[in-house]
């Protein structure tokens, strides 16, 4: 293996770290989970739960992400071998870990983002503009029934991607998220003014803010405490791999105060978005795919300039999940690369193969391979399952062990105030008490609910 990190690009800029980093934590999740979940849970009394989550989990393991391998400038295998105090400690396995959950989320993200991509045509062409939702069910059906367009679209997607990583992490990553962020934002405010126009905009704004703190159960906390993991890309290397490639001077803890409130930002404008042209032809506010490939083109069919609001809406979903493969498929590209001696070209085309396979059994899931179960799952569920139960909240709460327990806060000090030059100890001695004593333990929490064992 080689271990060598010398001549390592990097992001030139403190907005294309901003850009980067925030073009990560935004994805498909941010156009429909966060704001359903929002409204079915409480409101604004969900939201306040779940920014005191974010706090105790997503902010402080971001953190600790970040800076770890910022400190180390390498892969996120790397990172843990070398800032291990105890060698003989195996914590490069965390690094593997996220890899590997890396590898199964694109497997069927990949596929969810090839659907997006698809809608964008299927909106220019106008096919799927229609207020019944019969017609709009039978289009999404015979996209995800159909294995060749299936396959095909999602390897384009990979082709995309993996050609924007070829250009390199400054022209590639941080060039692309620098000029996709602002459009991601001007499409969002374009659909808000015209969703605050419609009929029943108070009603979906409500449905979206007002609070409901009857509705604050055990089940709605464990879902923030769970969303404010998940949704911030922790725990499978992602941010570790970004983190290395921020500048020395780059102020952490800001920068990542400002990911979180940019990222809780680009939701609710999604809220306001979406919601109130939900409620005012009629549909339900439910969550996933229905909403989204069903609801949607059922909804703008009825407002005019629908068909332009439609392509606007499809091309802001191909934005936000752009970002957020980019930041995926860094990670096993930058490991190849770095720990396997192999060129930048070789690590990203073996990536993009080895996801070509995987990702194919989640492509066909919904016809070929239908009734193809393991453990009781399709391979697209399994897939998200064993990620995001398993391998996510491990990885998590490993890096929280690790920094709060292995690498110790002197060092953890030392690299968070930029060796010294900012006056953050107050900062620091807060996230490192939660990294070492909150976090892991409400990481393993979520864990255990998502496998069922509570």
């Known amino acids: 293996m080689n271990n060598k990190t010398t ?24 156009i429909w989970k966060f704001p359903s979940l929002t409204g079915a849970n409480g409101g604004a009394g969900f939201l306040l739960v779940y920014l005191l989550a974010t706090l105790a989990i997503g902010l402080p393991v971001m953190i600790a992400e970040i800076t770890l391998g910022r400190a180390a400038k390498a892969n996120p295998i790397t990172t843990l071998q070398t800032l291990s105090p105890r060698k003989s400690l195996p914590w490069w396995l965390v690094g593997a870990g996220g890899m ?20 964008v045509f299927k909106a220019i062409g106008g096919s799927i503009l229609s207020s019944d939702r019969q017609v709009t069910e039978a289009a999404f059906g015979a996209l ?45 405010l374009l659909l808000c003014a015209v969703s605050l ?13 007002k609070p409901d703190f009857s509705k604050i159960t055990a089940g709605v906390i464990l879902t923030a405490m769970g969303l404010a993991f998940f949704k911030l ?85 191909s934005v936000a999940a752009t970002g ?21 070209t070789k690590a990203t085309v073996l990536t993009i193969a080895v996801l070509v396979v995987m990702g194919s059994s989640c492509a066909l899931t919904n016809n070929v391979l239908a009734d193809f179960k393991l453990f009781g799952m399709n391979i697209f569920d399994l897939f998200d ?55 892991p333990l409400l990481i393993l929490v979520v864990m255990l609910k998502g496998l069922g064992l509570f």
């Open 7 to 30: 001549g390592r690009s990097g992001f030139s800029s403190s907005f294309g770290v901003l850009a980067a980093t925030l073009g990560s934590a935004v994805g498909l999740g941010n």
């Open 100 to 119: 590997l959950a890396a590898f199964l989320i694109l497997s069927f993200y990949s596929e969810v983002v090839a659907w997006v991509f698809a809608y």
């Open 144 to 188: 995800i029934g159909d294995p060749l367009q299936s396959l095909l679209w999602q390897w384009g997607v990979l082709v995309l991607i993996g050609g924007i990583l070829l250009m390199g992490v400054t022209k590639g990553i941080e060039g692309i998220t620098k000029k996709l962020m602002p459009v991601l934002f001007l499409l969002l």
């Open 197 to 209: 126009t419609l009929p029943k905009v108070a009603e979906g704004i409500a449905f979206l803010f």
């Open 233 to 317: 890309s922790l725990g499978m290397g992602t941010m570790m791999t970004y983190g290395s490639y921020f500048r020395d001077d780059q102020n952490i803890p800001a920068t990542t105060v400002r990911v979180m409130l940019a990222d809780l930002f680009v939701s609710m404008l999604a809220g306001i978005a979406i919601f109130p042209a939900v409620f005012s032809f009629g549909f339900a506010p439910s969550a996933g795919p229905s909403l989204v490939f069903i609801t949607i083109p059922a909804v703008f069919s009825q407002i005019p300039g629908g068909q332009l609001l439609m392509i606007a809406f499809f091309a802001l979903a």
């Open 324 to 344: 957020a493969m980019l930041s995926m498929m860094e990670v096993p590209v930058v490991i190849l690369h770095e720990r396997f001696g192999m060129s930048r």
């Open 385 to 439: 399952f064993a990620s995001s139960n398993v391998l996510l909240p491990l990885g998590g709460i490993a890096v929280a062990l690790f920094v709060g327990w292995v690498w110790g806060r002197e060092n953890f000090q030392r690299a968070l105030s930029n060796q010294g030059a900012l006056h953050n100890a107050a900062v620091t001695g807060v996230v490192f008490f939660l990294l070492r004593y909150v976090s």
